[in-house]
């Protein structure tokens, strides 16, 4: 800790327990400003500076190390240099989004977890099915598809498996379905979103991943910066004047590049190329 006032350096171990944390950050005098290495555990720790109302700056793990020429990792030597980085004002920040885009975040990719799910368990049902004959496709998912395959005479094991598949699939697309509600109703609130579902082909859970993790779209310098982000450019391992191209570089979020790669594949799209 730097008193950029009178030059003073503190350094001071912080225990995780009760709430140590918040008191000391709730002392401090004047306008703070908070360096933190980027990392998965981190959010509790911003969605504090957020209530307290401290500018904290994540800094891009890289970028940082790339600072430090040795090699060795140690923490108070890594608090230094991050110290000495915004200090000198060349802190890499990368941008974070605030507590209310990252809970929608959590809404996506809860809703995503169900959906996977459920298609396992709508790919064993299928599995069953073709298995004894039954050749319904998509229409197994139907009330008279799921009568159909009901009806299968099978072995009491196998029996008791396809019962409790399918009750698992009834429960599963129940619950999808409150969660696309609730993913609908959050994104007619964001003017983003809501602007993005009036364009054919994207629903609430595409134009809603697109407005929660992109952000502010402007911050991109152009259509390459923002692809980039998201992963949607091939890699490139260019030398000696000759380009060479890769597979997508499959940064940034996975659901969103799963979502447009989805939104490409829709007649719309196929009808504008």
């Known amino acids: 800790m730097l008193n950029t006032e009178t030059g003073?350096?503190?350094?001071?171990?912080?225990?995780?327990?009760?709430?140590?944390?918040?008191?000391?950050?709730?002392?401090?005098?004047?306008?703070?400003?908070?360096?933190?290495?980027?990392?998965?555990?981190?959010?509790?720790?911003?969605?504090?500076?957020?209530?307290?109302?401290?500018?904290?700056?994540?800094?891009?793990?890289?970028?940082?190390?790339?600072?430090?020429?040795?090699?060795?990792?140690?923490?108070?030597?890594?608090?230094?240099?991050?110290?000495?980085?915004?200090?000198?004002?060349?802190?890499?920040?990368?941008?974070?989004?605030?507590?209310?885009?990252?809970?929608?975040?959590?809404?996506?990719?809860?809703?995503?977890?169900?959906?996977?799910?459920?298609?396992?368990?709508?790919?064993?049902?299928?599995?069953?099915?073709?298995?004894?004959?039954?050749?319904?496709?998509?229409?197994?998912?139907?009330?008279?598809?799921?009568?159909?395959?009901?009806?299968?005479?099978?072995?009491p094991n196998a029996a008791h498996r396809r019962t409790q598949l399918q009750t698992l699939y009834r429960k599963l697309d129940r619950q999808i379905g409150k969660l696309d509600e609730r993913v609908r109703d959050q994104a007619l609130r964001r003017p983003g979103a809501k602007l993005l579902m009036t364009h054919p082909g994207v629903g609430a859970v595409t134009a809603l991943a697109t407005d929660v993790f992109l952000g502010d779209p402007t911050r991109f310098a152009n259509g390459k910066a923002l692809a980039s982000y998201v992963g949607m450019i091939p890699s490139e391992h260019s030398s000696g004047g000759r380009q060479r191209l890769g597979q997508l570089s499959k940064q940034g979020s996975p659901l969103l590049r799963f979502l447009w790669g989805e939104q490409q594949c829709t007649p719309y799209t196929k009808i504008r190329a």
């Open 8 to 155: 003073e350096v503190v350094e001071k171990i912080l225990r995780h327990e009760a709430d140590k944390v918040r008191e000391f950050y709730a002392s401090l005098p004047g306008q703070v400003r908070v360096g933190i290495e980027a990392t998965g555990s981190m959010h509790w720790f911003l969605k504090l500076m957020e209530e307290l109302g401290i500018d904290c700056q994540v800094g891009h793990p890289a970028k940082i190390r790339a600072a430090e020429p040795r090699k060795q990792k140690h923490d108070r030597r890594d608090a230094a240099l991050q110290l000495k980085l915004l200090v000198e004002n060349r802190f890499p920040s990368i941008w974070m989004p605030p507590t209310e885009q990252r809970d929608l975040r959590v809404l996506l990719l809860h809703r995503h977890q169900w959906v996977r799910m459920r298609t396992r368990v709508q790919n064993t049902l299928q599995a069953i099915a073709l298995s004894s004959g039954l050749r319904r496709g998509s229409t197994l998912w139907s009330q008279a598809g799921q009568h159909a395959i009901a009806s299968l005479p099978l072995t």
